[in-house]
């Protein structure tokens, strides 16, 4: 069961609250991690947790333009024409997470 996300950038895959210009537009962050992480369901805020699964289901409109810039740098979320989604990595995450809780209810 997947229980964590890798992603792998060419250069920065970023979580602090610096300013940080990584290829691309200046992005506000909340800690450095390597360019190659993994991050579990238990290491995002609740306010990411919030999105992730508000995305699973569809468009967020109310999503911040910080957050999904965040989900993005994750690889948990991607820019299309219509605006964020979820990307398959983020709905891998939410759904592992949903059903192993409720794995963890039924006992």
């Known amino acids: 069961m997947i229980k964590h996300a890798t992603r792998t950038t060419s250069g920065c895959d970023l979580h602090s609250q610096s300013l940080v210009v990584c290829g691309g ?47 993005v740098t994750l690889g948990f979320a991607v820019i299309r024409p219509d605006g964020i989604g979820i990307s398959r990595l983020g709905r891998e995450l939410v759904i592992s997470t949903l059903l192993e809780a409720r794995l963890v209810g039924d006992d």
């Not at 190659?36 to 805020?45: C, E, G, I």
């Not at 992730?52 to 910080?66: A, D, I, M, Q």
């Open 25 to 71: 537009p200046a992005v506000v962050h909340h800690e450095v991690v390597p360019a190659t992480a993994t991050v579990a369901w238990s290491d995002l805020t609740g306010t990411e947790q919030t999105a992730l699964k508000r995305l699973n289901r569809g468009p967020y409109p109310s999503l911040t333009e910080e957050m999904g810039a965040r989900l």
